[in-house]
């Protein structure tokens, strides 16, 4: 399957301490997005990337996140801190970067749990 | 904030056509309307896009009224997996920086039953 690759697929942690999660995009699509969607609400957009170029942030990401793409491949969102209102499930999805044919996919999705 | 407006919920009949409406009324001429569905506890997944034609693919058809203020997502035969939240969401098409980001709204709880 040469789908979206999150994970890992769940993760439960206590507060304050530090998750990172990893996307490995669909190959050669040059456009990586991060959502999070909490339980009855659409994906929320976070932040995107065009190859290893951080091109927008919504004002949901707090100093606390960030976000990496350091060889334009994968990419990391890390949690700094926790707390309780991190948990959600973050999505990632990518697409080519081309006038036409650029749908966005998703992948699978990663559970945070914050207890 | 979404572009569009959904109902928050409809039941369908196994078997029969699911009829998904949705409305966008401020949509502008380079905006393309795309659905995705969600299966519970899964990421979104893509089903179909048009821009002012009427679209058809192996998953669903998609009806744009010809003002394209609305249109609807037809599952011909549905059956008890097509149970999920659909999407509808208005995007520009010539992608450039940001503007190429999915905006959600609620979507519509689509519920099948046998």
């Known amino acids: 399957d040469t789908g979206v690759s999150q994970n890992p697929r769940h993760k439960i942690t206590k507060r304050g301490q530090n998750v990172t999660f990893r996307c490995d995009p669909i190959?050669?699509?040059?456009?990586l997005y991060w959502y999070r969607q909490t339980l009855g609400q659409g994906p929320e957009f976070l932040t995107y990337?065009?190859?290893?170029?951080?091109?927008?942030k919504s004002r949901l990401l707090s100093d606390r996140f960030s976000a990496e793409r350091p060889k334009g491949s994968f990419s990391t969102l890390e949690i700094q801190r926790t707390e309780q209102g991190d948990s959600a499930m973050y999505l990632c999805?990518?697409?080519?970067?081309?006038?036409?044919?650029?749908?966005?996919?998703f992948g699978e999705g990663s559970w945070l749990t914050v207890v | 904030d979404a572009k569009t407006t959904q109902p928050p919920s409809m039941d369908c009949a196994e078997g029969r056509a699911a009829n998904l409406p949705c409305n966008h009324s401020?949509?502008?001429?380079?905006?393309?309307v795309y659905w995705y569905r969600q299966i519970h506890s899964q990421g979104p997944q893509y089903i179909i896009h048009?821009?002012?034609n009427n679209e058809t693919n192996e998953m669903a058809s998609l009806i744009i009224t010809e003002d394209r203020k609305s249109s609807t997502l037809i599952l011909p035969h549905a059956t008890l997996r097509d149970t999920a939240v659909y999407y509808c969401?208005?995007?520009?098409?010539?992608?450039?920086?940001?503007?190429?980001?999915?905006?959600f709204g609620k979507g519509t709880k689509l519920s099948v039953k046998p």
């Open positions: 999805a990518s697409s080519p970067d081309r006038a036409i044919g650029n749908t966005i996919y």
């Open positions: 190959s050669e699509h040059n456009r």
């Open positions: 990337f065009q190859n290893e170029a951080q091109l927008e």
């Open positions: 401020t949509i502008s001429g380079n905006e393309y």
């Open positions: 048009g821009l002012k």
């Open positions: 969401i208005v995007r520009v098409g010539a992608v450039r920086g940001s503007q190429g980001n999915l905006i």
